[in-house]
């Protein structure tokens, strides 16, 4: 497998369940990025981890717990969540700019639609 | 705060007719620029980038897009469109954060309808 992988790639379910999404990614990047993308409103990032370590939280309820064990996973767990967070969870993934003449840009794996009834 | 405006929601061209969607962002410093697509069901695709050095960026699928300073602007064209160009695109500018991560701010997008 190559790029960004994400799982699962539809997810229902009830307000009251527990449910996580996952990331995996295979281009030996470092840094991990969660952004949701609404019908109504353009991508907002989530949450960043760098070397694991969550370097960006953009004010997501707490009902979002990422993740991240290592520099290739991240995980997403959801709880209690509402209708309103039904969307499209993108994972990310890239390398510092600069090093080895990468600059930078983010790769994407092709989302996890999540409904919430 | 760093910004991104894509003007056209929708837009809708002729197979074979050339294409220029807008973008004009907002960033304090010398700004990284990208061009990202969406086929449906998908995630984002990068059609191009800017950095530095030549204004005018050529991307994959034949596309390019010139960033001007003076007009804050970094908009895509194509000189012909084909029927598989159908998309939803995104621009978006590159905030670098410690580390020398980017945080890409997006803008809402423009879809784009092709005609046969």
């Known amino acids: 497998e190559t790029g960004v992988t994400q799982t699962p790639r539809h997810l229902v379910m009830g307000m009251t369940n527990k449910k996580s999404l996952k990331c995996e990614q295979h281009?030996?990047?470092?840094?991990m990025y969660w952004y949701k993308q609404s019908a109504k409103k353009p991508l907002e990032l989530m949450f960043v981890?760098?070397?694991?370590?969550?370097?960006e939280n953009n004010s997501v309820p707490s009902r979002f717990s990422p993740e991240c064990p290592n520099s290739s996973h991240l995980f997403l767990h959801l709880h209690t969540l509402q209708p309103e967070d039904s969307a499209l969870y993108l994972c990310?993934?890239?390398?510092?700019?600069?090093?080895?003449?990468?600059?930078?840009?983010?790769?994407f794996g092709e989302g996890s639609r999540l409904t919430v009834l | 705060a760093q910004s991104v405006t894509q003007p056209d929601i929708h837009i809708t061209v002729s197979e074979g007719a050339s294409l220029e969607l807008r973008c004009n962002y907002s960033?304090?410093?010398?700004?990284?620029l990208f061009w990202y697509v969406q086929s449906p069901g998908q995630g984002l695709q990068l059609l191009l980038k800017?950095?530095?050095?030549?204004?005018l960026v050529q991307g994959i699928k034949g596309f390019e897009a010139e960033f001007k300073r003076s007009q804050s602007s970094f908009n895509l064209r194509k000189p012909s469109v084909h029927w598989s160009d159908a998309a939803e695109y995104f621009c978006?500018?590159?905030?670098?954060?410690?580390?020398?991560?980017?945080?890409?701010?997006f803008g809402a997008g423009t879809r784009l309808a092709v005609h046969p």
């Open positions: 990310a993934s890239s390398q510092p700019y600069g090093l080895a003449g990468d600059t930078g840009e983010l790769f």
């Open positions: 281009l030996g990047h470092n840094a």
């Open positions: 981890y760098n070397f694991k370590e969550q370097t």
């Open positions: 960033y304090g410093a010398t700004p990284y």
């Open positions: 800017y950095f530095s050095g030549d204004t």
């Open positions: 978006a500018v590159g905030e670098l954060l410690a580390g020398g991560y980017n945080k890409l701010i």
